[in-house]
């Protein structure tokens, strides 16, 4: 039996060489879907989120406990298509196509593109970040529901990189040192060392 939905995933667009997201920043992307036959969708949303999830251990044996916590940063949600509410009231505005159209419930065979564009939240916000006892993540997801199917989600990861905040002089000056030790085993003299940095404070990614 042919899948009516064959595909669905989200791609975005680059604002620098680094693909990397600030606060305040605009991400310009869009939901792919393709379909096989005509179909009938409920809704089609996309959320743009960030979020910190970590896990950890404590204890040994039988006295070992799991423990687990998540913050969220933030959360925006846009619907490309939305039925009406039960209670008779006006859905969400929804998102519309290029000619300023709400897009039809109702899909024909073949690929379907649906723009959208999120402002990043400005907000002091953690960088992206992976480790063996968590995360924090920024991501888009997409949800397409229809009538007595299960829903297809998509989800695209962007990285996001903090502001740099180093408004104190100090920390963007040059940074040295020396040491010098006296050697006493097998021989004598001295030896010395001499560090340099061109400056005092980095950002996250910058090379040291």
């Avoid at 595909?7 to 060489?17: G, L, P, Q």
């Avoid at 519309?96 to 379907?112: F, K, L, M």
């Avoid at 990861?157 to 502001?163: D, H, L, N, Q, R």
């Amino acid at each position: 039996m042919s899948t009516t939905v064959k595909s669905m995933k989200i791609t975005y667009d680059a604002i620098n060489e680094d693909n990397t997201f600030s606060s305040g920043d605009v991400i310009t992307a869009r939901i792919i879907l393709e379909i096989s036959k005509e179909a009938k969708i409920n809704s089609l949303s996309i959320k743009a989120k960030g979020e910190a999830h970590v896990h950890w251990k404590e204890g040994h044996g039988d006295d070992e406990r799991s423990y687990s916590a998540n913050e969220r940063y933030f959360k925006l949600k846009q619907f490309m298509i939305q039925p009406p509410k039960d209670d008779g009231k006006d859905s969400e505005k929804l998102l519309a196509d290029h000619s300023g159209e709400t897009y039809s419930d109702v899909v024909a065979p073949g690929i379907h593109l649906y723009p959208f564009t999120f402002q990043i939240p400005q907000r002091d916000m953690p960088s992206s970040f992976t480790g063996i006892h968590g995360k924090i993540a920024y991501t888009l997801e997409a949800k397409l529901s229809r009538s007595m199917r299960m829903a297809k989600t998509a989800m695209a990861e962007f990285t996001f990189i903090t502001k740099n905040n180093m408004v104190d002089d100090t920390l963007l000056s040059s940074q040295s040192g020396s040491v010098q030790k006296k050697m006493k085993l097998f021989t004598s003299g001295n030896v010395s060392m001499n560090a340099n940095m061109e400056r005092m404070g980095y950002m996250q990614g910058k090379t040291v």
